[in-house]
């Protein structure tokens, strides 16, 4: 059963010299989006005629979402209203802010918030659920608790953290727009596949939050991977391509409890996740984590069960062969299948032929 969702006005206050008593009612909706707490649909209608009249007689500036991807301005100069519809290049230059942050922070793993910012972009997208129509990036629902407390989201705060002046810059873009336009930056930052994107995704409130176990559990095989990548609508070919992700990023003992890189290079896309898979020796690794494989070779890689069983099922494995053998089929199909996956349960307004590619800045 779907639960109830409220879809009101997301208001956020970005004249800073504006001096107004609110009411409470207007105060708690005119707090940052990220936060524990939703507001109810009548409050924030209440609120929404509250600002709008404040802003009138005062002339402060606000912006406000109204789900389509549209901002209403007014104006602190008195000059009259206007609509801002925000075009390509508006979403470049929100791009290129997100790749002139991940150039200039490399205090993080391997000195790049890369990875990361694909994880949060992916787990925000992959709790999407086809019969029930769930989930998905549609909402940036792990701004809330309980979806930002389940296990497979743990560390992910350090991306939302790194978003944040971003969006106190770009007021105008939702959280569910901006954590997947950052996925797609980081891709192609880390030499990735120019990947397609298009916004209208719209924030929504906790009643939207999913239940924990919608996302992968590294340590199952075959049948749990086709059950939780077949809920989302994605089939072998499709798992396997989008498994090419662990190509970046690491592994980290107070999170999944798994340790290490998939590859010698976790801050640049290749098929070099494919191409170990097939040409390196792995074993188990003795330690007390959970159960996870080394490379025989060098014992400073790491597979997950859910990445073995890539090689060992027949269907997957082929594909994995493909992958290896050609860094290009491989970026072609992985560039097809994150558009998917970003677009889960999305009710854009505009179509397919409306996506926007953006350029590379660093790579």
């Given amino acids: 059963m779907l639960r109830s969702i409220s879809t009101a006005p997301s208001l956020r206050a970005v004249n800073q010299k504006a001096r107004f008593i609110l009411p409470q009612t ?18 924030s209608g209440q609120a929404l005629g509250w600002i709008a009249g404040l802003a009138i007689a005062g002339g ?5 979402y109204n789900g389509q991807s549209f ?20 979403y470049q230059a929100v791009y290129n802010e997100i790749a002139k942050r991940l150039e200039e922070k490399d205090d993080y793993d391997d ?5 990361v910012l694909v994880r ?18 549609n909402g940036a629902t792990m701004r809330f608790a309980p979806e930002s407390d389940h296990g497979a989201n743990a560390g992910l705060k350090a991306a939302r953290d790194f978003m944040e002046p971003i969006k106190e810059k770009f007021p105008w873009i939702t959280y569910s727009d901006l ?12 030499q990735g596949p120019v990947i397609p994107w298009r916004p209208g995704r719209r924030d929504r409130e906790v ?15 075959q049948k749990h991977l086709r059950a ?43 098929n070099d996740y494919y191409k170990l898979l097939m040409e390196e020796k792995w074993q188990y690794k003795k330690w007390n984590g959970p159960k996870q494989f080394e490379d025989v070779k060098t014992k400073s890689l790491m597979m997950l069960p859910t990445d073995m069983v890539l090689v060992k099922d027949k269907e997957f494995r082929k594909h994995v062969e493909r992958y290896a053998k050609d860094n290009e089929t491989f970026f072609k199909e992985f560039r097809e299948v994150i558009v998917k996956l970003f677009e889960l349960g999305v009710p854009f307004q505009s179509k397919e032929e409306d996506r926007m590619s953006f350029k590379p800045v660093n790579a």
């Fill in 26 to 43: 207007i105060r708690q909706s005119s707090r940052r989006g990220y936060s524990s707490n939703a507001s109810s649909k009548s409050s």
């Fill in 60 to 64: 402060a500036g606000y912006w406000y």
């Fill in 71 to 90: 901002a209403l301005k007014e104006m602190s100069d008195g000059k009259q209203n206007s609509i801002f519809t925000p075009t390509f290049k508006d």
């Fill in 111 to 115: 000195g790049s918030y890369g990875p």
């Fill in 120 to 137: 949060l972009a992916w787990h925000a997208s992959g709790t999407y659920d086809k019969e029930t129509g769930t989930g998905g990036s």
């Fill in 179 to 190: 954590w997947t336009l950052g996925g797609i930056c980081a891709f192609q930052e880390m």
């Fill in 207 to 221: 009643a939207a939050c999913t239940p924990d176990g919608r996302l992968p559990d590294a340590s199952k095989e």
């Fill in 228 to 270: 939780i990548f077949g809920r989302m609508g994605f089939d072998d070919r499709e798992i396997v391509a989008l498994s090419g992700a662990h190509a970046l990023g690491r592994c980290h003992t107070d999170r999944s409890g798994f340790d290490g890189p998939w590859t010698f290079s976790p801050t640049v896309l290749t």
